[in-house]
């Protein structure tokens, strides 16, 4: 993993940037927040649930993006993508599955497969989220 200083230079983009993170393994979301922290984003989460996710969602407006892991222990995601599309807060999946295993209108989002690079995950986070 890169040190803070080269992380902020690979995703100065993300600077300022009120990110989502939705992952219910703790070291994984930890890691996500670190690496985005470090490109100088503002972390909402992360959320372990979809309920946490739900209250982090109302209670932190405005939200730039989100990364979302597809199941969250037994819960699947697809509340969360409902509500961000509605709010049209655009989101990355991180997932063990394989695209083919998603549904299709999911399929239109970035899908990043775990482990991720800090890089490639800064990379689909710049895409998606729009400048400021």
């Excluded at 999946?93 to 800090?118: C, S, V």
Aim: charged share 20%; glycine share 6%; net charge negative.
């Amino acid at each position: 993993m890169a040190g803070a200083g080269s992380l902020f230079a690979m995703g100065a983009e993300l600077s300022g940037r009120r990110i989502l993170v939705v992952e219910d393994e703790p070291i994984v979301a930890l890691d996500l927040a670190t690496v985005l922290e470090g490109c100088g984003a503002t972390i909402l989460g992360p959320a372990y649930s979809v309920a946490e996710a739900r209250h982090i969602i109302v209670s932190n407006s405005p939200i730039d993006c989100a990364v979302l892991d597809v199941n969250l222990g037994r819960e699947s995601v697809a509340p969360l993508v409902r509500r961000l599309r509605e709010l049209s807060v655009p989101f990355v999946f991180l997932t063990g599955y394989d695209e083919k295993d998603l549904a299709p209108l999911w399929r239109t989002h970035p899908i990043l497969h775990k482990p991720t690079a800090a890089q490639e995950l800064i990379d689909a986070l710049t895409h998606v989220c729009p400048a400021r």
